[in-house]
């Protein structure tokens, strides 16, 4: 084989089950949003002019950062954005961590970090969450002697736990290395638990966001991150030259600008959330945070998590099952529409009910 000899045993990255689309399908599966983009998007490219892609995007994607810039209220010179938030994890792992220089990541979180850090030949120091899958911050700076960099996806997936600005700022002032704070699903958490204004007093730290969650716009790739000017300097020096092409630049631009769409949507799923939460634990299930677009969840009425995984796909719906340690008893269940998560309901109740389990239900 010719590839490096770090990279022969590596295990690529795993995404959730990609079922073939069709009109019964229930995705639950990828924590995609269940309503779709802001329809200023279609509106805006019924007159556009196709004969523009001819040239090539604007490198840095200058229009992009400065509708972000006036959204957040941070400066141009803070942001960058990506190919999705892959890339910049790439990027950054590309541009600030030496081969055998280690980062500390919780387990479980988002297992991409630990693929990409083996990718670099960057050694993982995982430190295990609590039992109910709290982040221990002592424990992390405790290990932290030897790491030059930390990850912290806020709030955690799959696990939906979110960790205070507090505690985030109790790390950043002991801990020197690069901080990275993936806020992907910031949106869906109360309000002010987003640690974004920390960039102006601390330059170690760098947030990421991505279109992918809360704008319902996965399928464009497009994440964004906030930072010193100096690391944002390092990240454009390293980037692809045309990292984002012009279409993905002026969709993200448009589904940016429709704050009041966007802050629907997001009522209407953590509506549904609060309401799935409540149903799960009448059928016997005990939940976790309850901070993004899904709910972890563990069932505690005598069925196995792999069994009503199994029993679901069967029913055209898809949620989430990790057969990895600490989660394989568990399920990710993504918020869906009403519609959606009745359908779920009514299929969980069956299913219950075929066990002869009690419940309480409003379905």
Known sequence: MLERKHLQTLEGYVSGFQPTWNNDLIKLNSNENPYPPSPKI?????DFNFDQLRFYPNAKSDSLRECIANIYDIDVENI????????????LFRGFFEENSSVIIPYPTYTLYETVAKIHDVNTICIDTE???????????SSSKKAAGIVIVNPNAPTGILLSVEKIKFILNQFKGLVILDEAYIDFADENSSCLQLIKTYPNLIVLRTLSKSYSLCGIRLGYCFASKDIISILDKIKDSYNINTITQLLAEEGLKDRAYFNHNLEKVKSTRTRLGHELVNLGFDIYGQNANFLLCKPNNGLEAKAIYDYLA????????????RLADKLRISIGTEKEIDILLINLHKLVREKGMSFESSV
């Not at 279609?42 to 019924?46: A, L």
């Open 42 to 46: 279609k509106d805006y490219f019924k």
């Open 80 to 91: 960058f954005c990506g190919n999705g938030s892959d890339e910049i994890i790439s990027l």
């Open 314 to 325: 069967e029913q055209n719906i898809f949620i989430r099952y990790f057969d990895q340690p």
């Open 131 to 141: 039992e109910d899958f709290s982040i221990d911050v002592d424990k992390i700076l």
